[in-house]
């Protein structure tokens, strides 16, 4: 099915150093959604973005909607061991029915 | 703790046995959903149940049977899977208008394996 262009891929990063990733499209989007996935569990939602433009924190976590609806970025702040894990955007593209995902972040972090 | 529990979160069946996945939610949503994820791919949507209907199937095969026997129970009847079916199935739930994106919400997953 349809995805998401998520990068980076992968990667690793010391702890305490600022992670950035992305999501972009042709497409333009009504909602972005961005998870946490653990292995062998389901996805955690982390921020829910609504409105071009929208700027929205959940701790160390920042995330935004681009002002085109075709993208959206999320920021960790000081990386600890436990934002180990994959990291999925989602975003409901209008005139639609169902969110189309990234492929995924894995974010490693070395001690 | 996620309000979206499901059980059993490991299964393991043979490709004739008939077994079910079973999901609740306490959101008070009244759109649930059956993802399946394969090992490091995104979320693959399978139904959609909107207000106790099946609204979506996404040409998912006949052995996978999903049923919501209220707004808060959704269930995956398994019978007759192929070992291809092995993955981890999602449930979900949002708000009732599924054309609207509102914000969807994972359970833990239940670990298929098919053998």
């Known amino acids: 099915g349809q995805q998401l262009n998520q990068s980076p891929q992968s990667m690793f990063i010391q702890e305490g150093e600022d992670v950035s990733m992305n999501c972009t499209s042709s497409s333009i989007f009504n909602t972005w959604l961005w998870y946490k996935q653990d292995p062998g569990e389901g996805p955690v939602l982390l921020i829910a973005l609504y409105k071009a433009g929208e700027l929205t924190s959940n701790g160390r976590l920042t995330a935004q909607f681009g002002t085109t609806r075709k993208d959206s970025f999320l920021n960790i702040s000081a990386s600890i061991p436990s934002d180990v894990g994959i990291y999925f955007c989602a975003g409901f593209p209008s005139g639609t029915y169902k969110y189309i995902f990234g492929t995924g972040t894995r974010l490693k972090v070395l001690a | 703790d996620t309000e979206v529990t499901q059980t059993p979160k490991h299964l393991v069946m043979g490709m004739t046995n008939k077994k079910s996945l079973k999901c609740e939610q306490h959101?008070?949503?009244?759109?649930m959903y059956w993802y399946k994820q394969k090992a490091k791919k995104p979320p693959e949507l399978m139904f959609v149940?909107?207000?106790?209907?099946?609204?979506i199937n996404e040409s998912v095969p006949s052995r996978f049977s999903p049923e919501c026997p209220n707004s808060s129970l959704l269930n995956l009847h398994l019978h007759a899977l192929q070992p291809e079916d092995s993955a981890l199935y999602l449930c979900?739930?949002?708000?009732?208008?599924?054309?609207?994106?509102?914000?969807?919400?994972f359970g833990e997953g239940s670990w298929l394996t098919v053998v």
């Open positions: 959101m008070g949503h009244r759109a």
């Open positions: 149940y909107s207000y106790e209907k099946l609204s």
């Open positions: 979900a739930s949002s708000q009732g208008n599924i054309n609207s994106g509102n914000t969807i919400y």
